[in-house]
């Protein structure tokens, strides 16, 4: 528990550390944590799938996984700082990279086909996938030209509050109401602790606001005054980080279906107390995802 604390600790630290880089310096520079994550994550996916997938398919599939996010984030800081790209030409390159990646993991099976297995390829294309495709969204919603900071506050906020809050339920009342969300997946996890979850999505989304008006936007707008809350907004706000909540729960299901079938405990061992940083973002991803088309969603009708 200890070691939990202490990482737990540092992980805020760190995530703190890149938001204000975000805030005062540049946009790009939270890309850097993105980068890390996808390079972390990936490495840990291919090593617990272990000699299921050949050296040459872990090295194809790493180096796509790093080039297709290098590569966003390099067009998206010429499209916004310097104006030298559009929005649809960096999506339609990072798209056709992505496709790339794919695709030499396929051809593989024809270069290297004696060696080459289809179950190493559907695992290389799984390391591939997923986290990367969940980050690129994540980049994605750090370059939002409306709503990035609301957007990335959300995410970080909602996750750890909603993951603390759900062990919080699980503990006290689990014993008392044992319904399992997932038995066969997470036999721990409660169906009481995920509405303890959804709670601390609340919550969580509620801290997203406050900083956001209280913080971001003074600072944006170049005054030290605090910004008129919107308290309408809250009825955005709210639902959005129990939405949120769910989705990262079903992320942290999902990667528990992944490690239940390799057989281990964790992706790695990186971050003491919890795993590797497989483990610790696996609800993220998936709460970017439904952030990102909220958001997107309101960008497009105007509400």
Not at 2 to 27: A, M, P, Q
Not at 218 to 229: D, H, K, R
Not at 275 to 294: E, H, P
């Amino acid at each position: 528990m200890k070691k939990r604390l202490i990482t737990g600790f540092c992980y805020v630290v760190v995530l703190i550390g890149f938001f204000c880089l975000k805030l005062f310096v540049n946009d790009s520079l939270f890309d850097l944590l993105i980068l890390a994550f996808a390079g972390f994550g990936t490495f840990e996916m291919l090593r617990a799938f272990g000699e299921r997938v050949t050296r040459a398919q872990k090295g194809v599939t790493f180096a796509f996984s790093m080039l297709c996010l290098t590569l966003f984030g390099v067009l998206e800081l010429l499209c916004l700082e310097y104006g030298l790209l559009s929005r649809e030409i960096v999506f339609s390159l990072t798209a056709f990279a992505f496709a790339a990646g794919v695709a030499a993991i396929l051809g593989l099976l024809v270069f290297r086909h004696e060696e080459t297995g289809l179950e190493g390829t559907g695992l290389s294309l799984l390391a591939y996938l997923f986290p990367n495709l969940f980050l690129l969204v994540l980049m994605a919603c750090n370059h939002m030209e409306l709503y990035s900071f609301a957007a990335i506050l959300i995410i970080f906020f909602v996750c750890p509050v909603a993951d603390s809050l759900a062990f919080v339920f699980g503990s006290l009342l689990g014993k008392k109401l044992p319904a399992k969300m997932s038995p066969a997946v997470s036999p721990n996890k409660t169906v009481i602790g995920g509405l303890g979850g959804l709670l601390g999505g609340a919550i969580g989304a509620l801290a997203a606001f406050f900083i956001y008006y209280g913080l971001c936007l003074p600072y944006l707008a170049g005054s030290f005054e605090i910004v008129a809350f919107d308290w309408a907004e809250l009825a955005f706000y709210l639902p959005l980080g129990v939405i949120a909540a769910a989705f990262a729960q079903f992320g942290d299901l999902a990667e528990s279906a992944v490690k239940r079938k390799l057989g281990i405990k964790d992706m790695g061992r990186l971050l003491p107390g919890h795993g590797g940083v497989m483990d610790r973002i696996d609800s993220t991803l998936y709460a970017t995802l439904a952030v990102y088309f909220v958001f997107l969603l309101r960008i497009i009708t105007g509400v």
